[in-house]
C-alpha cells in the first residue's frame, strides 16, 4: 500500500497547485474588477502585499493577500504564521475566487414574496436598518428583548453579537458547538476539567503512533494537523485509522480498521480491556493522576475481543495487534480526539471513552500526546456592561442539557421558536451560517422561520437560508474587511490581525460597520464608541503592548511559548470534582448518567437500505464555497461512494446518476455514483455542502447531492443536546 499512499497523498497536496493555477486562469478571465484606491479614487499600480487572516474555513490561517495593479491577485501563507508555517490550504489559496465570486450579493434586499420564494426588491443600507430596527423595536416592548435570537458561526459575527447583547438577549447559539466539536470537549472537560479547544491541542507532529478514529486527515484540510500528520507520515509514525471507508489518512497506515459504523464505543471499550488485561497501560501515570481505575477495570473486563467481533467487524487478534501497538509507543501515542464528533447521540460517552483511552496512554502533558496551550493576551474593550436579560436563555430551559453549551444551543433555539416555549422567540439574526445546511432536520428550521416576526441573514451569496429572510445583508468578503483580533490557544500563542486587501466590488460592507449602524438606530451608540473599526483594533491591541500601524504591517505577533509537557512544567492541574483525571466521573454519577462509558447499539439500516455517512473534500468548505469558481473548478459536484459489489447488485456503475431516497421518503438531487472498494457494503459515503436548491446561486445550482437535505432523523445527545447525524438511511432510485 505504501507506495500507492505516497501518490494519493501527494495528489492531495497537489490541490494547492490545481487551485493556484486555476486561479492565473482565472485572473485572465475576470474582467471589470478593476480596483481603485479608497483614497485617491485612482487605480493602484505595482504589486501590494497584505498580511490578513483567511476565512475559506474556521482554522483562521494567517495570510497575505497580493494586490496587482489594483485587482487581487493572489493569497499566500504568512511565513510567520504558527498556524500555517506559510502554506494555505487549496481553499485558502482559491479565495481569491470568492472576492470574484459572480453569484455574490451586491446590496441589501428586502422581501417582496411569501418566505422562501426568493423575491426580493432593492433597497439601501438606509431603508434596510430603518425596517430592521422599526421591527426590533417592536419585539421587544410586544415580547422583551429575550425574544430576539442570534444564529452565527465564525469570527466576524463578533460585533453582530455585541449589538445583540447591547440590545439585551443572550439567546445566541452556533453549530460549531451542538453540530460539531461540543460532545468532545464536553467529554474532555468532564474526564480532564479542560478541552482540547480549536487549535487542537494535539502533538501530532512528535506522535510516534496516531490512532484516527473517523477524523479524516487530508480531507478535513486542517491546516496545521494536515502538516503536522504529513511531517509525522514522514517520520515513520505507526498509523492506526478506524473508518468504514477507505479514507486518503487510511491509504498512509500501518493499520486499517474497517469498522461497522457506529459502534466506536464498542472499539475503544475493547482496547482498554486489553490494555489493561495484558497490563500495558501507564501504571504510574493512572497511579498518580486518575480517580476510579479500578471501577474502570471491573466494567471493562466484559468488552471482550471476542464480544467486540461481531459488534465492530474487527477480528480479535487486529484489536489485540493495534492495542499492543498502542502501548508500544505509549505516551506518545495519540488517540485523537477528533472534531466532528456529532455522530450517534451517545457522543459525548464516546468523547469520554476516547478521553480515558488517552489517559491509560499517559498521553494527556506528554510529548506526542495532548499538549499544554496558551494564549495572546489581548484585553477586550471597555464597553458598557450589557443589559441583564430578564429571563433565562430559551434554547435550554431548566438546564434540560446539564452540559449545553455557554452560549445557547442551536437546535434547542430552534424548538423554542417553534413551539413558543419558554416563551415566544420573534426574530432572527442569522450571520455567516446557512441553517437549512447545517442543522438537521431541514422542515423544522424552515417550519420555525415561519413563526418569526423578523428574520435577518447577514451573508455573501444568496445561501438558502437567505431565500427566507426578510432582510438579506450583504458583507464584503473576509479580504475586503476588518474583523475582530484572532488569539487562541495554541502551542506558540499569537495574534493576528484581518484587514481590508482589496475593495468590495459593490455595495457590499463589513459585520462591524453594519453593527454600528443599526446601533446607532436603536439607539445603542453608548455601545459602540469608537469612530471606527481602526480606533477600536487600534485600542486594544494598545493594551496588549502592540498596535494597529505595526500588526498592519506584520499580520501576526507571537507571545510568549509556555511549557507543553509535564516534563517541561506544564503543573498537572485537573480541574474536576477529584481533582483527578476522572476515568470514572463523579460528576456524571451525581447527575444519573454512566460515570463510565456503556457500549449501547444503535438502530441497523432495513435491507436494501444504506447508512448516510458524510465528511469533507479537501477543496471545499461545508455548504459555503461551491459558488467559487477556482475551487469548483477542481470539484463541482460530489458524488455518492458505493460499495463495487453493492453497485453490482443495483447494476450500477461509476458515472451514472442517480437518486438518494431516504428512510423518510426525502429525495435527493441527482448525484453520480462512485463505485468503489474503498468503502463497506452497509454504508454510503457523500461530501458534505453540495446540492444547492437556491436558484440564485447560479454557479452551485442542483450540483450534487445534499446530505443536510437527507438528515431528516437525528438523535439528541441527553448530556450536551448535541445533534448526532449519522443515523439515516438511504436507498437508490436510478433516473429512469
Ligand atoms: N476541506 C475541508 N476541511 C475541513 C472542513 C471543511 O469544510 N472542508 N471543515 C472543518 C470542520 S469545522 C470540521 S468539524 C472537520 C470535520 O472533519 P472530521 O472531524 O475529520 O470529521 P469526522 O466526522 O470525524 O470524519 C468523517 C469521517 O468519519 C467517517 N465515519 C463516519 N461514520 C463513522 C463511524 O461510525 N465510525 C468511524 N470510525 N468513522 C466514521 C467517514 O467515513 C469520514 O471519513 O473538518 C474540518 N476541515
Ligand atoms: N448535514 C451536515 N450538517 C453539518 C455538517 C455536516 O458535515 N453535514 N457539519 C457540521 C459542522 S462540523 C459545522 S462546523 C457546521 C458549519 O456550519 P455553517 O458555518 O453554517 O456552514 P455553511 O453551511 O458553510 O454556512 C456558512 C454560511 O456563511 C456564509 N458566509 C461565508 N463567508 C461569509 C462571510 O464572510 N460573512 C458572512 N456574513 N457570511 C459568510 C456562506 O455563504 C454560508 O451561507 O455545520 C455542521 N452541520
Ligand atoms: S485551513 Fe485552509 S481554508 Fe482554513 S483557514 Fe487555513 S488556509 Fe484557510
Ligand atoms: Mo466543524
Redesign the pocket.
Known amino acids: 500500500m505504501n507506495s500507492l499512499s505516497r501518490r494519493r497523498f501527494l495528489k492531495i497536496s497537489g490541490a494547492s497547485i490545481a487551485a493556484a493555477s486555476a486561479l492565473t486562469s482565472m485572473n485572465s478571465v475576470v474582467k471589470g474588477a478593476q480596483k481603485v484606491s479608497e483614497k485617491t479614487g485612482k487605480s493602484v499600480k505595482g504589486i501590494q502585499k497584505i498580511p490578513t487572516y483567511c476565512s475559506m474555513?474556521?482554522w483562521k490561517c494567517s495570510a497575505i493577500g497580493y494586490v496587482r495593479d489594483g485587482k487581487l491577485w493572489k493569497v499566500e501563507g504568512n511565513p510567520i504564521d504558527p498556524l500555517s508555517a506559510g502554506r494555505l490550504c487549496p481553499?485558502g489559496t482559491g479565495g481569491v475566487g470568492a472576492h470574484y465570486d459572480p453569484d455574490r450579493l451586491k446590496y441589501p434586499l428586502l422581501r417582496k414574496g411569501k418566505r422562501g420564494e426568493e423575491k426580493w426588491v432593492q433597497v439601501t443600507w438606509d431603508e434596510a436598518f430603518e425596517f430592521i430596527a422599526k421591527k426590533m423595536k417592536n419585539i421587544k416592548s410586544q415580547y422583551g428583548a429575550e425574544s430576539m435570537g442570534f444564529f452565527s458561526h465564525g469570527i466576524g459575527g463578533g460585533f453582530i453579537k455585541h449589538l445583540l447583547k447591547a440590545y439585551g438577549t443572550r439567546n445566541i447559539a452556533a453549530p460549531?458547538f451542538d453540530q460539531?466539536?461540543g460532545p468532545r470537549d464536553t467529554a474532555f472537560e468532564i474526564t480532564y476539567g479542560d478541552v482540547i479547544g480549536g487549535p487542537e491541542r494535539t502533538d501530532i507532529e512528535n506522535a510516534k503512533c496516531i490512532v484516527l478514529?473517523?477524523?479524516?486527515?487530508g480531507?478535513?484540510?486542517?491546516n496545521t494537523q494536515v502538516q503536522e500528520f504529513s511531517k509525522a507520515v514522514e517520520n515513520h509514525a505507526s498509523i492506526i485509522v478506524?473508518?468504514?471507508?477507505l479514507?486518503t489518512a487510511a491509504t498512509k497506515a500501518k493499520f486499517y480498521l474497517p469498522?461497522k459504523?457506529?459502534?466506536?464505543l464498542a472499539l475503544l471499550l475493547t482496547w482498554m480491556n486489553v490494555l489493561i488485561s495484558e497490563n500495558l497501560y501507564d501504571k504510574d501515570y493512572i497511579e498518580k493522576y486518575a480517580f476510579g481505575f479500578e471501577q474502570l477495570k471491573a466494567e471493562v473486563s466484559q468488552y471482550t475481543p471476542e464480544w467486540a467481533y461481531p459488534v465492530t467487524g474487527i477480528k480479535p487478534e487486529l484489536i489485540r495487534e493495534t492495542a499492543r501497538e498502542m502501548a508500544r509507543y505509549k505516551p506518545s501515542t495519540l488517540v485523537h480526539p477528533?472534531?466532528?464528533?456529532v455522530?450517534y447521540g451517545d457522543d459525548t460517552q464516546r468523547g469520554r471513552a476516547l478521553a480515558i483511552m488517552s489517559a491509560l496512554l499517559g498521553n494527556w502533558g506528554r510529548k506526542g500526546g495532548l499538549i499544554n496551550q496558551d494564549v495572546f493576551d489581548v484585553p477586550s474593550y471597555p464597553y458598557p456592561e450589557y443589559p441583564k436579560p430578564k429571563r433565562e436563555n430559551a434554547d435550554n430551559p431548566n438546564r434540560k442539557y446539564p452540559f449545553g453549551g455557554a452560549e445557547g444551543y442551536t437546535t434547542g433555539l430552534r424548538e423554542a421558536t417553534l413551539t413558543g416555549k419558554p416563551y415566544p422567540i420573534k426574530g432572527w439574526f442569522v450571520y455567516g451560517t446557512n441553517l437549512l445546511y447545517s442543522l438537521p432536520n431541514m422542515q423544522e428550521t424552515i417550519d420555525a422561520m415561519q413563526k418569526l416576526d423578523l428574520l435577518v441573514v447577514i451573508d455573501v451569496v444568496p445561501s438558502e437560508i437567505a431565500g427566507y429572510a426578510d432582510v438579506v445583508l450583504p458583507e464584503s468578503i473576509y479580504l475586503e474587511r476588518y474583523d475582530e483580533l484572532f488569539a487562541p490557544y495554541f502551542k506558540q500563542p499569537f495574534v493576528s490581525l484581518r484587514q481590508p486587501v482589496i475593495a468590495p466590488p459593490h455595495d457590499q460592507k463589513p459585520g462591524w460597520w453594519i453593527a454600528k449602524k443599526l446601533g446607532e438606530k436603536l439607539g445603542l451608540q453608548k455601545y459602540f464608541p469608537w469612530k471606527d473599526v481602526e480606533e477600536y483594533l487600534d485600542t486594544r491591541l494598545k493594551m496588549a503592548g502592540l498596535s494597529l500601524k505595526e500588526m498592519k504591517e506584520k499580520g501576526v505577533a507571537l507571545g510568549e511559548k509556555p511549557p507543553l509537557y509535564f516534563e517541561e512544567g506544564w503543573e498537572p492541574e485537573f480541574d474536576t470534582p477529584t481533582g483527578k483525571i476522572e476515568l470514572y466521573s463523579t460528576h456524571l454519577d451525581e447527575l444519573g448518567y454512566d460515570p463510565i462509558p456503556k457500549f449501547t447499539k444503535h438502530e441497523e439500516p432495513q435491507p436494501g437500505y444504506f447508512r448516510l455517512?458524510f465528511?469533507?473534500?479537501?477543496?471545499?468548505?461545508?455548504s459555503r464555497t461551491q459558488t467559487n469558481r477556482l475551487l469548483t473548478n477542481v470539484m463541482d459536484e460530489n458524488e455518492v461512494w458505493i460499495n463495487a459489489d453493492v453497485a453490482k447488485r443495483f447494476e450500477l456503475k461509476s458515472g451514472d446518476y442517480i437518486k438518494l431516497k431516504n428512510q423518510d421518503g426525502i429525495v435527493s438531487n441527482r448525484i453520480k455514483v462512485k463505485a468503489t472498494e474503498r468503502i463497506r457494503t452497509d454504508c454510503v459515503?457523500i461530501v458534505h455542502?453540495f446540492g444547492h436548491n437556491s436558484r440564485m446561486l447560479k454557479g452551485a445550482y442542483h450540483k450534487g447531492a445534499s446530505d443536510s437535505r437527507l438528515i431528516t432523523k437525528y438523535k439528541v445527545d441527553p448530556l450536551m443536546g448535541g445533534t448526532g447525524m449519522?443515523i439515516n438511511f438511504v436507498t437508490f432510485e436510478t433516473e429512469a
Open positions: 474555513c474556521f481553499r460549531s460539531c466539536l478514529l473517523g477524523s479524516h486527515l480531507e478535513n484540510m486542517h478506524v473508518d468504514p471507508r479514507s469498522i459504523p457506529g459502534t466506536d477528533g472534531r466532528h464528533s455522530w455517512l465528511g469533507r473534500a479537501p477543496m471545499h468548505s461545508f459515503y455542502g449519522n
